[in-house]
């Protein structure tokens, strides 16, 4: 059984910055691509980062380019989201998910695992 545990998330102020992580068991994690996706309040869930399976092509939405990155060390099981330059905008539910390929530039469709989501709040 897949599990996604994402930590991290919390209260921070305009132009500040976190780290989120997401440690994942139950599968060989370094043969799948691993993303993050976001969720505001009162909207769909959005795509925000992607790195492929190996950790050397990442792919970003256009509203976090340059301001977050995406990396993953495959001997912890783990990928991690640095946010920087955080604005009220990215205020969401954050969620962790791994892809059933190599790499997927994005597509929703090819996520199959997600976990519970972590909480980023941005202050104004």
């Known amino acids: 059984q897949v599990q996604l545990a994402e930590s991290g998330g919390g209260l921070v102020q305009t132009g500040g910055s976190l780290r989120l992580s997401c440690v994942a068991s139950g599968r060989t994690f370094s043969q799948y691509a691993m993303g993050w996706f976001r969720q505001a309040p009162g909207k769909g869930r959005e795509f925000v980062a992607e790195?492929?399976?190996?950790?050397?092509?990442?792919y970003y939405a256009d509203s976090v380019k340059g301001r977050f990155t995406i990396s993953r060390e495959n001997a912890k099981n783990t990928v991690y989201l640095q946010m920087n330059s955080l604005k009220p905008e990215d205020t969401a539910i954050y969620y962790c998910?791994?892809?059933?390929?190599?790499?997927?530039?994005?597509?929703?469709?090819?996520?199959?695992?997600w976990g519970q989501g972590t909480q980023v709040t941005v202050s104004s």
């Open positions: 790195i492929n399976w190996s950790g050397g092509s990442t």
């Open positions: 998910a791994t892809s059933s390929r190599p790499w997927s530039r994005g597509i929703s469709s090819d996520y199959n695992y």
